[in-house]
T-cell receptor, first 117, second 116 residues
Framework: GAGVSQSPRYKVAKRGQDVALRCDPISGHVSLFWYQQALGQGPEFLTYFQNEAQLDKSGLPSDRFFAERPEGSVSTLKIQRTQKEDSAVYLC???????????????FGPGTRLTVL | GENVEQHPSTLSVQEGDSAVIKCTYSDSASNYFPWYKQELGKRPQLIIDIRSNVGEKKDQRIAVTLNKTAKHFSLHITETQPEDSAVYFCAASLRISSGSARQLTFGSGTQLTVLP
């Protein structure tokens, strides 16, 4: 396998619809991050997993956002009752080893561009 | 939390000239500073990073400097080429208290255009 993959690449949703965005990290990567990138801005942290454990969800903007990684590999970001302000690119990133002494590169996926009409 | 500011937001240079992008950060605990290049519609890709125990790092035409006292770091690209045109993001890592991974706090990006 190549790098991090995400699907779908593009998603158009009507306001109020639920959406699910998938991330396939690099095989064996322990850490998985979700970021939200608004147009013309840098990515903003949403949530972080270490294997299947969600260790930080402080960046999730509301309780409409939910993420899971049940088997410690593939992750899904779900947005319920989408709003126009949810329109953004959602990026997933993974890194190999967690640990205080390690500075491991985060490898990004291509992102899912979500447009809420 | 951490706050990263980046400038300029746009930068145009002539091919062969140098480009400098500057970032400041707020949290003195941050100790890892990567730079990402993002071409239009593509994923961010790491181009260089620096840890807080060094002041400068160079990789061919790219160099990064870090001033921990002033809490700022800079990206330097020499002998720019048209293929260097992209959006560049600086970032700082903030330790998560409940775990040991490092989320990234990004700057707002610099659109670099290298004119042929």
């Amino acid at each position: 396998g190549a790098g991090v993959s995400q699907s779908p690449r593009y998603k158009v949703a009507k306001r109020g619809q639920d959406v699910a965005l998938r991330c396939d990290p690099i095989s064996g990567h322990v850490s998985l991050f979700w970021y939200q990138q608004a147009l013309g801005q840098g990515p903003e942290f949403l949530t972080y997993f270490q294997n299947e454990a969600q260790l930080d969800k402080s960046g999730l903007p509301s309780d409409r956002f939910f993420a899971e990684r049940p088997e410690g590999s593939v992750s899904t970001l779900k947005i319920q009752r989408t709003q126009k302000e949810d329109s953004a690119v959602y990026l997933c990133a993974s890194s190999l080893i967690q640990g205080l002494a390690n500075f491991n590169e985060q490898f990004f996926g291509p992102g899912t561009r979500l447009t809420v009409l | 939390g951490e706050n990263v500011e980046q400038h300029p937001s746009t930068l145009s240079v002539q091919e062969g000239d140098s480009a400098v992008i500057k970032c400041t950060y707020s949290d003195s605990a941050s100790n890892y500073f990567p730079w990402y290049k993002q071409e239009l519609g593509k994923r961010p890709q790491l181009i260089i990073d620096i840890r807080s125990n060094v002041g400068e790092k160079k990789d061919q035409r790219i160099a990064v400097t870090l001033n921990k006292t002033a809490k700022h770091f800079s990206l330097h690209i020499t002998e720019t080429q048209p293929e260097d045109s992209a959006v560049y993001f600086c970032a700082a890592s903030l330790r998560i208290s409940s775990g040991s991974a490092r989320q990234l706090t990004f700057g707002s990006g610099t659109q670099l255009t290298v004119l042929p």
